[in-house]
T-cell receptor, first 112, second 117 residues
Framework: GQQLNQSPQSMFIQEGEDVSMNCTSS?????WLWYKQDPGEGPVLLIA?????ELTSNGRLTAQFGITRKDSFLNISASIPSDVGIYFC????????????FGEGTQLTVNP | GAVVSQHPSRVICKSGTSVKIECRSL??????MFWYRQFPKQSLMLMAT?????????EQGVEKDKFLINHASLTLSTLTVTSAHPEDSSFYIC?????????????FGPGTRLTVL
């Protein structure tokens, strides 16, 4: 089946720093999504990508759909304490229908 | 984004009892709903996909007779954990997708924390 490798597993940064995380897949994806999950809550959709090469921003967040269709990255600029949480990438492949495959998550800690 | 609610937010039950979790799409019609399970410090694992008015499609390894799913309307899906045991304790999260809206993505509910004693 489809597999997603998300890295890094965790990050500890200072407030104001930029952050980058990425996901790679073993097969081609048609959709890449980035979610953030706070403790005890469900994931919240941050950015959705549908075309190879697509670069989309949402405030301080920027994500790109890799041209090979097997990877995506998420950047957070000028991090703030409320950016703390777990970030998940998720993808939908050509044969997966509506099903999403999730990465293992990146735990982000921002020190004030 | 679209709003998905879950009820209850947390439940504690005795081993052997059944627990029902409701998932509702509040401002859109969810043609497809998904149920996930998440253990501490792990990612989301898809349990099943349900389409309104039809039987749910379960992922490999998920017992359909233990995790009963009903998607009776375009705004409501329920997950019933039957004869719950301590190993069923987990965070259960539903998501809903509005395919009628074109590319409509999956929006997640706030989750239900199930603890089986």
């Amino acid at each position: 089946g489809q597999q997603l490798n998300q890295s890094p597993q965790s990050m500890f940064i200072q407030e104001g720093e930029d952050v980058s995380m990425n996901c790679t897949s073993s097969s081609i994806f048609n959709t890449w999504l980035w979610y953030k999950q706070d403790p005890g809550e469900g994931p919240v959709l941050l950015i959705a990508l549908y075309k190879a090469g697509e670069l989309t921003s949402n405030g301080r967040l920027t994500a790109q759909f890799g041209i090979t269709r097997k990877d995506s990255f998420l950047n957070i600029s000028a991090s703030i304490p409320s950016d703390v949480g777990i970030y998940f990438c998720a993808g939908r492949g050509e044969t997966s229908g509506s099903r999403l495959t999730f990465g293992e998550g990146t735990q982000l800690t921002v020190n004030p | 984004g679209a709003v998905v609610s879950q009820h209850p937010s947390r439940v504690i039950c005795k081993s052997g009892t059944s627990v029902k979790i409701e998932c509702r799409s509040l401002d859109f019609q969810a043609t497809t709903m998904f149920w996930y399970r998440q253990f501490p410090k792990q990612s989301l694992m898809l349990m099943a996909t349900s389409n309104e008015g039809s039987k749910a499609t379960y992922e490999q390894g998920v017992e359909k007779d233990k995790f009963l799913i009903n998607h009776a309307s375009l705004t409501l899906s329920t997950l019933t954990v039957t004869s719950a045991h301590p190993e069923d304790s987990s965070f259960y999260i539903c998501s809903a997708r509005d395919l009628a809206g074109g590319l409509g993505e999956q929006f997640f509910g706030p989750g239900t924390r199930l603890t089986v004693l």
